[in-house]
């Protein structure tokens, strides 16, 4: 359960941290990271930490995809730990 939360808590870090640096890039014009690969680390775990970069850095607020898009995963992931958390403790 441990490495479990450590893994979350790096996923989520790695997203924010994405949705920072992708905004900072298209600021400057440089190489951006690939919309695809911002979506794979929120299907990874990290939306949370990709939603709290969208607000922050303004970035991605205006697509859709991402709008709508990464809280319809974290929604996913919550209902599927929740899912977990039940079956584990033997509620369901």
């Keep these: 359960m441990r490495a479990l939360l450590w893994y ?20 400057s014009g440089a190489r951006r990271i690939p919309e695809a690969t911002l ?3 929120a299907v990874l775990g990290g939306s949370a930490g ?21 809280p319809a995963i ?6 599927g730990a929740a899912y977990i958390l039940l079956k584990w403790k033997g509620v369901l």
Excluded: P
């Design 39 to 41: 979506f794979l680390l």
């Design 8 to 27: 979350l808590a790096a996923v989520n870090l790695l997203a924010f941290a994405a949705m920072g640096i992708d905004k900072a890039r298209a600021r």
């Design 74 to 79: 974290l929604l996913c992931e919550a209902a």
């Design 50 to 70: 990709g939603l709290l970069g969208m607000g922050l850095f303004r970035h991605k607020t205006r697509h859709r995809a991402f709008t709508v898009g990464f």
